[in-house]
């Protein structure tokens, strides 16, 4: 069973400058997640997606950040425009259904600096 | 507001010896805990968890123990193998609350002493 894709794999971009990320989930996850990881914190959950309806995006900023899914498989996370306090591993994650029930299973994530 | 801690950022243990981590949460409406496991430029994976109808959840060398009085769980590893050098997160949710969301800990970085 192929893991959960992402990329790219790192990123460095200047402030002010808008970045995108992609996800391709595990086959038949119904719900993708996004998650951000400050370092030394753990994961922090940016918006939650069942199918391509969202859940909950109750922590994500968004007069900078957006997400879709799209047909109810991939997604992309962007950020515009980016702040220094932006540098974080961007990670993606998939379950077969309801959160509390479902393990997660994550991609390797994005590492974004932001200068 | 973190409601998922984990005081011990970093613990160092020798190989063959009993690993003990750590975990506390302050929402008493968690009912659901979990465990995952995360090595470098890697996402996190499951480890293993536990409801809170229950006090114990065994996997292998792995067991969870949930204190919900105490409102605190803790992971023990039996015995520790270098493998197991990771960065480890407790997680926890609330089934059916606003909280019904996988909160996770800041982790505790596990170092297995050959």
């Known amino acids: 069973e192929a893991g959960v894709a992402q990329s790219p794999r790192y990123k460095i971009i200047e402030k002010r400058q808008s970045v995108a990320f992609w996800c391709n989930p595990i086959?038949?996850?119904?719900?993708l997640y996004w998650y951000q990881q400050i370092l030394g914190q753990g994961p922090k959950l940016l918006i939650q997606?069942?199918?391509?309806?969202?859940?909950?995006d109750s922590q994500l900023p968004k007069d900078r950040f957006s997400a879709e899914r799209l047909k109810g498989v991939d997604s992309t996370l962007k950020i515009q425009p980016a702040k220094l306090e932006d540098s974080a591993v961007y990670l993606c994650a998939s379950s077969w259904g309801q959160v509390f029930k479902e393990k997660l299973f994550f991609g390797s994530g994005t590492q974004l600096s932001v200068l | 507001d973190q409601q998922v801690k984990q005081n011990s950022p970093s613990l160092s243990v020798q190989e063959g010896r009993i690993s003990i981590l750590n975990c506390d949460y302050t929402?008493?409406?968690?009912?659901?805990f979990l465990w995952y496991k995360k090595y470098p430029a890697e996402g996190p994976t499951f480890l293993i968890s536990?409801?809170?109808?229950?006090d114990k959840n065994e996997d292998g060398r792995f067991t969870v123990f949930l204190n919900k009085s105490a409102k605190h769980l803790s992971l023990h590893i039996v015995p520790s193998q270098p493998g197991d050098s990771a960065v480890y997160f407790c997680?926890?949710?609330?089934?059916?609350?606003?909280?019904?969301?996988?909160?996770f800990g800041p982790g505790t970085s596990l170092s297995v002493i050959p």
């Open positions: 086959s038949g996850h119904a719900t």
């Open positions: 997680a926890a949710s609330a089934t059916g609350t606003s909280y019904d969301k996988v909160i």
């Open positions: 536990i409801s809170s109808i229950k």
């Open positions: 997606f069942q199918n391509n309806g969202v859940v909950d």
């Open positions: 929402n008493s409406m968690f009912d659901y």
